[in-house]
């Protein structure tokens, strides 16, 4: 016999499913069912903490519940793949990030299989579930796998228009996602073409260029700044590759200085990125990359993660204001 359940006890599916954040994931494939595709969705024990519960509710036949087997299932996407079906499998971004590179590389990128997979809870937001399972290396390796693009979506609907026009793009994809309690950005008619950046702002001392959780706390920042008299632009880069070059050097040739923004060790990722494309560019503007440093993460809640590594809105401004003071 179940013991009764204590008002005060912390109930999992319970607090999940008073996230309506966690509705994205779910409601994006949904509509991709709508419009005929062939979707499968499957997940690795993480149904309640990626919000795919919704979708294995509306369409339990086309639902795989892989257990703790995110390599197994990871293969098995791509099995999938060359059978017609259009897989979408996500677990937490430390595991197929990283865990799953193997398989990635070589069972999805190498054989070059539609799979889409989604790494959540990106970054140091698992918090007090420590370094093991903090994503900081994530955009480094996934975006080093030949024909694998990497999405960052900075809030929940460019998620959902992300997996909309993902229905069409050819090349296996990683999309990287934080917990779903990401403030919103963008309404529910968000647009997204992959490969191209959202400029906010655009910045004649400075711009930042962002991806995922911090794009929303670099525009409170830059709001705040501009409302000063500086001049201080924000670029959302959802898509880190292929990267928009373009909107890189039109910052580059406008700004005096680009800042890169990321939930992310700096070596690899975003940063690296933008550093790439202004090197071969050959540009002389100077560029600070800020994310975390060449460590492994810290344990804790993740409001205070955000703070101590300035990843927040007060963090972000301070660092701006630094690399804008005189040399």
Known sequence: MNAPQSPNSWHYRELNARNPGLNHLSDGLLALVEAGHPVVAGSADLQYSNGLVKFAQAHPDRYIQFGISEQNMVSAAAGLAT??????VATFASFVGLLCCEQIRMDVAYCKLPVRMIGHHTGISLGFYGT????????????SI?????????DGHQLEAAIRASADWPEPIYFRIGRG????????????????????????????????????????????LNAEGRSVGVIDMPTVKPIDRDAILAAAERSRLILTVEEHNII???????????????????????GIRDEYSLIAPPTHLYAHYRLDAQGIEAVIREALQPA
């Open 268 to 290: 690899g990722g975003l940063g690296a990125a933008v550093a790439e494309v202004l090197a071969e560019a050959g540009t002389g503007t100077r560029l600070i990359r800020h």
């Open 146 to 154: 030949a024909g694998l693009t990497v999405v960052s979506p900075s």
């Open 181 to 224: 309690r990401d403030p919103e950005i963008y309404g529910p008619d968000a647009d997204f073409v992959f490969g191209r950046a959202i400029e906010h702002f655009a910045g004649e001392e400075i711009t930042v260029i962002g991806c995922g959780q911090p794009v929303h706390p670099a525009l409170e920042a830059a709001r705040r």
């Open 132 to 143: 093991s399972h903090h994503a900081t290396e994530d955009i480094g390796t996934m975006r």
């Open 83 to 88: 059978t017609g079906a259009m897989p979408f």
